[in-house]
């Protein structure tokens, strides 16, 4: 099963630009490109400003344990 685990909107907070899908084996490990910029992250957990440089990786952890099998 796929499914999205995370959203990524511009640096307002209002247009959506990118989402991640998340794999039931791997639940929480995506990659999304992403131009340099402001972003917000929403997710399990809540939101997060992000600022992503040129060249540069950025890892995020979401702040809710999610259960397990």
């Known amino acids: 099963m796929v499914g999205e ?10 247009n959506q630009i990118a989402k991640g899908e ?3 084996r ?4 995506f990659r999304v490109v992403l ?5 917000v992250v929403q997710g399990p957990g809540g939101n997060k400003p992000i600022e992503i440089k040129a060249g540069q990786w950025i890892k ?10």
């Open 5 to 14: 685990c995370i959203w990524i909107y511009n640096q307002l907070n209002q």
């Open 22 to 24: 998340c794999t039931e």
């Open 26 to 29: 791997s639940p929480g490990k």
């Open 35 to 39: 131009k340099r910029g402001r972003y």
């Open 60 to 69: 995020l952890e979401s702040v809710t344990l999610l259960a397990g099998p």
